[in-house]
């Protein structure tokens, strides 16, 4: 009998063949350190533990999309009857852009109501209105962020790996740097990966985009020439720009790094300490949760990290930049 020492004090026990015996191992070979039948148990166990997580309302969501929405929509009077404070205006639509992403997100998979439900309309309705301030069709996040679960971290298919970079600071710049013009970025990316598709969807949500763009261009271009050039550039341009950097740096460069690393359900995303905190880091600190478990609402990925925190580090996890509670 062996004893494999795991992390945080875990320990699996197998059986070594005796190679002169003749008798033919208990258990069957190891992968990673554990055995197909621990692998097995501990799925099992992970799976039951993961289930009580995919519970809670989803209301909070829609509330907060169409409130939100509400209130960025109403700049628009304001700004032209010159009842807006710019600088609080600026500060709240950066607030709108980033964080609308993460109801958004929900959307993507499905959680605010699943595919056939009598409220599925609801669930596209906070898609479509969530990315709205950032300029991004829901159709385009949705296909392009179900492609990166399924190719996560592939240099060629995973939508998000442009990316890549060694460093925070690094990766800052590159949300700035993929959107430029000629740029080899993020959606030149998209437009590759939905040309190698080739379907009648993919199609589609290219002609969103253009189609979104377009209008919001219009929109700029109208205000500007009517006077507002200024409310324009502080509210609707700028934090639009600040928001998809901030989403972009928390979503897909923090929970990731470095990338050409992560391979497997296991290893594809990291646990990580933010140095702004867990709210001001969208909640990606525990990203390995939505990697396996994506119906489960992101404000339950703490709580659901806490408690499969040693089903995690038996499968090789490495949790130690988060305490245990």
């Keep these: 009998m062996e004893t494999i020492d795991l992390r945080d004090g875990l320990t699996v026990d197998r059986l070594i063949q005796n190679p002169m015996s003749g008798d033919g191992p208990a258990i069957s070979m190891l992968v990673d350190g554990l055995d197909r039948h ?5 799925r099992k166990e992970e799976i039951a533990i993961a289930a009580p997580f995919h519970e809670g309302p989803r209301w909070p969501y829609v509330a907060l999309t169409f409130g939100c929405f509400a209130i960025w929509l109403a700049f628009f009077p304001l700004a032209y009857y010159h009842q807006l404070n710019l600088a609080t205006a600026c500060v709240a639509s950066c607030f709108f852009c980033a964080y ?3 109801t958004a997100h929900e959307a993507m998979h499905s959680n605010i109501a699943r595919a056939g439900s009598k409220n599925r309309w609801l669930n596209e309705a906070v898609g479509w209105v969530s990315n709205f301030p950032i300029v991004f069709p829901f159709s385009m996040a949705r296909m392009m962020h179900l492609r990166h679960h399924s190719h996560c971290n592939d240099p060629l298919q995973d939508p998000d790996y442009s990316d890549d970079a060694p460093n925070a600071l690094r990766a800052w710049y590159m949300t700035w ?5 000629g740029v080899d970025g ?5 437009k590759r990966i939905l040309g190698e598709m080739g379907t009648p969807e993919a199609k589609a949500v290219m002609r969103h985009t253009i189609i979104m763009q377009l209008f ?7 205000m500007a ?3 507002y050039a200024i409310e324009a550039a502080l509210v609707w341009w700028l934090p639009r720009h600040i928001g998809l950097s901030y989403t972009r740096f928390f979503l897909s460069w923090a929970p990731h790094f470095p990338r050409h690393e992560r391979k497997g359900r296991y290893g594809n995303t990291r646990v ?7 709210l001001a880091s969208m909640g990606m600190e525990y990203h390995v949760i939505h990697h396996l478990y994506p119906n489960i609402l992101i ?3 703490r709580a659901a990290f806490q408690a499969m925190r040693e089903i995690l580090v038996a499968r090789g996890v490495d949790c130690s930049p988060i305490p245990k509670v």
Excluded: A, E
Aim: proline residues 3%; charged residues 20%; contains cysteine.
């Design 100 to 102: 609308g992403y993460l």
């Design 299 to 301: 404000h339950r990925n």
């Design 225 to 227: 020439w009517n006077g």
């Design 38 to 42: 621990t692998r097995r148990d501990l």
């Design 177 to 181: 740097y993929n959107r430029q013009p």
């Design 186 to 190: 993020s959606i030149h990316h998209y």
């Design 272 to 278: 990580f300490r933010s140095k702004v905190g867990y």
């Design 216 to 222: 919001f261009m219009t929109c700029l271009f109208t």
